[in-house]
């Protein structure tokens, strides 16, 4: 579990900078950053009640620690701006466009 831990680390902080940087820099408040922030959003809501879930399950059917319960559950943490960040970086090297919405 440590080495899982130290791995994703350094990831995280690297996501956590791209997210931060986007969000509050001038990229992030157009609206083509909006749109991305959108989308990161909805790739990221699902990951820590079903990560959860399957935690419980887990720890219902072994006996599962309470130090690995906990250090599941930062890894989960982690992996949420692990993803967020990931998912702005790639919007934001392919150019996301967002389609013009007609009223």
Do not use: N
């Given at each position: 579990?440590?080495?899982?831990?130290?791995?994703?680390i350094?990831?995280?902080?690297?996501?956590?900078?791209?997210?931060?940087?986007?969000?509050?820099?001038?990229?992030?408040?157009?609206?083509?950053?909006?749109?991305?922030?959108?989308?990161?959003?909805?790739?990221?809501?699902?990951?820590?009640?079903?990560?959860?879930?399957?935690l419980?399950?887990?720890?219902?059917?072994?006996?599962?620690?309470y130090?690995?319960?906990?250090?599941?559950l930062w890894?989960?943490v982690?992996?949420y701006?692990?993803?967020?960040?990931?998912?702005?970086?790639?919007?934001?090297?392919?150019?996301?466009?967002?389609?013009e919405?007609?009223?």
């Open positions: 579990m440590l080495t899982i831990i130290f791995i994703l350094p990831l995280f902080l690297i996501s956590l900078y791209i997210t931060l940087k986007f969000t509050w820099g001038i990229e992030g408040k157009s609206k083509q950053g909006q749109e991305i922030l959108k989308k990161s959003s909805h790739a990221i809501v699902p990951i820590f009640p079903i990560g959860w879930l399957l419980e399950i887990a720890h219902s059917i072994f006996d599962i620690s130090s690995f319960y906990r250090d599941s890894i989960l982690g992996l701006f692990i993803v967020q960040g990931a998912v702005i970086y790639f919007y934001k090297i392919k150019g996301f466009q967002p389609k919405v007609e009223e």
